[in-house]
């Protein structure tokens, strides 16, 4: 039988281990780094699959007032809305439900978008990930940054093993199921050269793309929960 890539984010217990993950792991070393290089406080930031708050709450703690926080999974909803407001109630409104393949806010909005911790790898295929950066696209302003992470199955410490079981899904090179501590997870290890061809299809320039321990040394909640990643900071034409 077919598996569904989208099911493991409607799950509660995929939902509880990210709102766990939003207050034990909180915002990486790196991720904190690359915002602060290229975002503005005064941004207006869309963050897209936002699970549940981990980015979303160090953004407003480390003091960027202006944040929507998205997600197309209602309970990721949910409880993202419940881990904002544990912190300040006021906070939980800056969540909404949005698909991030076909966002509804109006054009040139945001002044930065965040798809964090391989979001934009976890979309069914290709014609999804091209239709999620058209979307993002559209609700930047021209100049806008997109920060978001990639597995890299070329480079890196995880490269051999992102290699191996990228052979494991739909025989489409870097697509593989994934073993979580629920259920498995569809996602798509890319190259730098791919990932940058789907950018530049889409209007983005990349500004910078490096690899996560290239930027900062996370610690050991962070390296266990994400491993190793690539960043991509790019610039919407
Ligand atoms: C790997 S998790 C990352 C969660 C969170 N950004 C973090 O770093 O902890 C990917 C997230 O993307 C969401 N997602 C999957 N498909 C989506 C879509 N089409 N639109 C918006 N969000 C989506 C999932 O529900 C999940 O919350």
């Keep these: 039988m077919e598996r569904d890539p989208q099911a493991h984010w409607l799950e509660t217990e995929t939902a509880l281990h990210y709102a766990r993950s939003a207050v034990r792991v909180g915002i990486w070393a790196s991720e904190r780094a690359l915002i602060e290089r290229h975002f503005s406080q005064s941004h207006r930031i869309l963050e897209l699959g936002c699970g549940g708050g981990r980015v979303a709450l160090g953004l ?6 202006d944040v929507i926080a998205t997600d197309f ?3 990721m909803v949910s409880l993202a809305r419940a881990v904002l407001a544990d912190h300040d109630e006021a906070w939980e409104k800056i969540v909404e439900q949005q698909d991030a393949t076909a966002l509804t806010y109006p054009d040139t909005c ?19 990930r091209l239709a999620a950066l058209r979307s993002i696209h559209r609700v930047l302003r021209p100049g806008g940054i997109l920060l978001f992470t990639a597995p890299d199955r070329e480079k890196g410490p995880c490269a051999t093993y992102q290699g191996k079981e990228a052979r494991l899904a739909d025989g489409i090179p870097g697509d593989y199921w994934h073993e979580s ?6 996602m798509h290890s890319s190259t730098e ?5 789907e950018l ?16 900062a040394s ?3 909640l962070v390296r266990q929960f994400a491993g190793e990643t690539r960043f991509y900071v790019a610039r919407r034409t």
Excluded: K, W
């Excluded at 978008?113 to 014609?127: E, K, V």
């Excluded at 501590?181 to 569809?186: A, I, K, L, Q, Y």
């Excluded at 209007?203 to 321990?213: A, I, K, N, Q, R």
């Design 218 to 220: 996370d610690g050991p």
């Design 181 to 186: 501590e629920t259920s498995p997870v569809f």
């Design 110 to 128: 945001f002044d930065g978008a965040i798809y964090a911790f391989n979001g934009l790898m976890c979309l069914p295929s290709r014609a999804h």
């Design 193 to 197: 050269a791919e990932t940058r061809g």
């Design 73 to 75: 999974s209602p309970i």
């Design 200 to 215: 530049s299809e889409t209007g983005f320039t990349v500004t910078e793309c490096p690899l996560s321990t290239e930027v």
């Design 60 to 65: 407003l703690q480390s003091g960027y007032p």
